[in-house]
């Protein structure tokens, strides 16, 4: 069996993290239930202006929580990169040979 090449699955597409499925039972999707239940019960309550003033907030909203989705991905990525940089630093004293 070969292994897979995660630079080759990036670039065919078959590599996608925002992709990921909603694991059944998981605190994610019980949250996720209970927010859309929230919202169903707060649109059932509002007249049409406040709907739809509301669905531009959701909106909203859904955007910023991307955008921060994006740049906290990029931030760890980054910061990871840096780490496995830092353990190849030769000039550490902590990677000096304790014998010899």
């Known amino acids: 069996m070969q292994k897979s090449k995660i630079l080759s699955d990036l670039y065919n597409g078959k590599l996608n993290p925002i992709a990921q499925e909603i694991v059944h039972g998981s605190d994610y999707q019980k949250v996720l239930w209970q927010a859309n239940e929230l919202e169903e019960k ?13 669905e ?3 909106s909203a ?12 991905f990029t931030y ?3 910061l ?3 780490m496995i940089l830092e353990i190849f630093e030769k000039d550490d004293e902590q990677l000096k040979p304790i014998i010899g």
């Open 42 to 54: 707060l649109k059932a309550a509002l007249n049409q202006e406040q709907t739809a003033l509301f």
């Open 56 to 58: 531009k907030f959701i």
């Open 61 to 72: 909203h859904l955007q910023l929580s991307c955008v921060g989705s994006e740049e906290r």
């Open 76 to 78: 760890g990525f980054r």
């Open 80 to 82: 990871g990169a840096r």
